[in-house]
């Protein structure tokens, strides 16, 4: 017999200069990834801060060019008791001061005075002066906002649609979904297609029907057709929670049925407790979508008792289209909630999205 002599690869140790090259290649790109993250989270938030900066400003500032991202009042001053006077910072025999510009010359030429002696004047050039600003926060633009439209009663009127129409949606959509997850019958798949090929059919293809049926029904001008159809599950939502339910091994229902549960029990006490990610993940994305809600307000609300925040900020835009500050305060309140919600709950959020999307 002959014996069998078999190779052994022994692994060769790595240099420590490669080492210590790899190393710094992994620290460039995660310092590279941190730089371009922090530059698009930049860009994305430019928006919410030139809103809340605007409405924290007056309406003489709120339309300067180029922007002035930090509020800052232009400081006037009082000469003779009838008049005011812009301040400028001037340079005379090099040292700054604040100067009144008195009168303007021709040639982008003014003459300013002193505003504690004004007998004594200067004739200096405009170009490049540059106003005396102050901080200053206007926080009285938010209530003159939210007083000058009933944006108060619009608050209370979304705040009903929505909290109601969350509720509506996650029940459906529980039990549906824990219903397509549990059970099997034949044609149960056709029925889950069925079911998922709504979400590729326009809604404005139903909007006439839907606005028929309503108006028969006697509900036009109420929030019902736009609490109503939360009560019947989305397909969406059907889908995400289903995904969840699936991720569940069956024994643990194997197991609650021999200790004598009922179905509604197994979902009750198995399944809900640790779908919570799940769960939040739906609220959220109804409440975002039915507080930003215009379309459906516009078409089956008249009354200005029933308008909601979407219907509100648009009317308040087209009453005071020159009151800018005004327009971003009630936007900066508008859109609180909003970013409340996502702040206090972005970890089940994204836990919810990541369960969903990758177990099943």
Known sequence: MMATIQEISVPQAVPAKKT?????????????????????????????VWMVSTSLKTEEESTTFPIEWVPKDVQKVTLGGT????????????????????KKRPGNMGIFVEPDN????????????????????????????????????????????????????????????????RFRAPGLNIFFLILLSTIM????????????????????????????PAFFASAWNVFLLRQFFMSVPIEMDEAAKIDGASPLGILWHILIPQAWPALATVAIFHFLWTWNDFFGPLIY?????????????????????????????????????????FFFAQKLFIQGVVISGIKG
């Open 20 to 48: 210590g090259s790899i190393k710094a290649q992994r620290i460039v790109g995660k310092f590279m990834a941190i730089m371009l993250l922090t530059f698009g989270s930049a860009l994305v938030l430019m928006p919410l």
């Open 201 to 228: 059919l326009p809604s404005q293809v139903t909007l006439i029907p839907q606005f028929v049926l309503f108006q028969r029904m006697g509900w036009y001008d109420t929030f019902l057709p736009l609490i109503v």
């Open 83 to 102: 008049r005011s006077y812009f301040l400028y910072w001037m340079s005379v025999n090099g040292e700054t001061k604040q100067l009144a510009l008195f």
């Open 301 to 341: 609300i008249q009354s200005q008792s029933n308008w909601t925040v979407a219907l509100g900020l648009q009317s308040f835009r087209a009453l005071y289209t020159r009151n800018l500050t005004g327009l971003m305060a009630a936007s900066t309140v508008t859109m609180l909630p909003c970013l409340l919600l």
């Open 118 to 181: 004004p007998e004594i004047q200067y004739t200096a050039s405009l170009i490049g002066a540059q106003r005396v600003k102050t901080l200053n926060l206007h926080f009285e633009n938010y209530p003159k906002a939210m007083t000058q439209v009933p944006f108060l009663l619009y608050l209370q009127n979304t705040m009903l649609i929505v909290v109601t129409t969350t509720f509506g949606a996650l029940i459906s959509a529980v039990l549906v979904a824990y219903g397509f997850s």
